[in-house]
């Protein structure tokens, strides 16, 4: 299914007669719409001052990931993997404690 892309305008025009009614759910059964689109198109729109509006500025912008958040992750990598191998080596502890304590036993 395709997404249907609409006109700057069109928002506009549909979120000003929610507004200018109080009610954005009935403005988008009238058009067809899902309502929830409406109320966000509404919550972009009450963001950003309407006439100097485009486009392409309602998009959100992409995360761009700094060194900063490079590092972090880096960090938080290394800690993990040591943590495994933490993990790895009681699990393989137990196992051989298990097995000794069933050759004894048995």
């Known amino acids: 299914m395709k997404k249907k892309q609409y006109d700057l305008n ?3 025009m549909v979120v000003a007669k929610g507004k200018e009614i109080g009610n954005m759910t009935v403005i988008s059964r009238q058009h067809e719409l899902d309502p929830k689109m409406v ?3 509404a919550r972009e729109l009450n963001r ?6 485009d486009d392409s500025s309602i998009k959100q912008a992409k995360f761009v990931p700094t060194s900063e ?11 993990l993997k040591k943590l495994f191998a933490e993990q790895a080596l009681e699990r393989d502890i137990l196992k051989d404690l298990l097995k000794k304590r069933t050759r004894t036993c048995g």
């Not at 958040?69 to 800690?79: C, F, G, I, M, Q």
């Open 10 to 12: 069109f928002k506009k």
């Open 39 to 41: 109320l966000r198109w």
């Open 48 to 53: 950003k001052d309407l006439d100097t509006l």
């Open 69 to 79: 958040d490079y590092a972090e992750l880096v960090k938080e990598n290394e800690k």
